[in-house]
């Protein structure tokens, strides 16, 4: 309740702070309580494909998101968008992402792409798969479009994974939490990786798939699932 209470205050207060547009509707839309049953609440599952891993100096390439309502995904929600960039894409990263030079070129400001997000971000919950990458990344986005950071609640699929294994004294190392070797866990569909929407989904998919066993047909309060 105090972790509420203290999150719903630092949203009032940057909602003081934030100009007017999509940060400050974003900040508008009360956040979701702690102590709801997860099926009542709304998610967003979100992917970002990044020319690097350090936010400071990296840039977004793209952004892609599924909402999930009612403890299902909303796949006509789904959304894929490549972000223009200053200067060319190193090499490294390019192998991974498949994006090209030429394609980021044809991409959308990352301000239009931004504000689209805050806007289906209302009021939900956000799912990732080591989410400090998604947080921190459009959290400098943010700071420096609308000169406030992100504030969200987070689904971490990959720190969930790490508790279950945890709570059954089961021994794992870093390539076992991934996000396509837990989909395998579960037997989900397996997609192409390093694809915002693609990864997006699976994370998606694999957090239904540990709030069931979390839950195991009992109520599951939201606060067990956050990171």
């Known amino acids: 309740m105090f972790a ?3 999150l719903d205050w630092r949203r009032r207060r940057l909602l003081r702070k934030a100009p007017p547009g999509p940060m400050r509707e974003y900040l508008d839309r009360p956040l979701p309580r702690p102590g709801s049953e997860w099926r009542t609440v709304e998610f967003l599952a979100l992917d970002l ?3 690097g891993l350090d936010y400071r100096k990296d840039a977004i390439l793209s952004v892609g998101h599924v909402t999930l309502r009612g403890g299902r995904i909303e796949l006509a929600s789904a959304d894929h968008r490549v972000v223009s960039i200053v200067g060319a894409i190193p090499e490294a990263s390019a192998v991974i992402h498949q994006i090209t030079d030429d394609q980021a070129a044809l991409g959308e400001d990352l301000a239009l792409v931004l504000g689209d997000l805050l806007g289906v971000l209302a009021g939900k919950v956000l799912i990732a798969h080591h ?3 998604e947080t921190s990344f459009i959290g400098r986005a943010c700071r420096k479009v609308y000169g406030v950071g992100l504030l969200v609640p987070v689904v971490d699929t990959q720190v969930l994974a790490q508790r279950q294994f945890e709570r059954r004294q089961i021994a794992y190392k870093g390539s076992d939490v991934r996000l396509h070797a837990l989909g395998e866990r579960y037997n989900l569909p397996r997609y192409a990786a390093h694809n915002a929407l693609y990864d997006a ?6 957090f239904l798939a540990q709030a069931a066993s979390l839950s195991d047909g009992r109520a599951l309060p939201l606060r067990d699932l956050l990171a």
């Open 4 to 6: 509420h209470l203290l």
């Open 49 to 51: 494909e990044t020319t």
């Open 131 to 133: 989410a400090h990458v």
């Open 201 to 206: 989904l699976s994370a998606a998919e694999l």
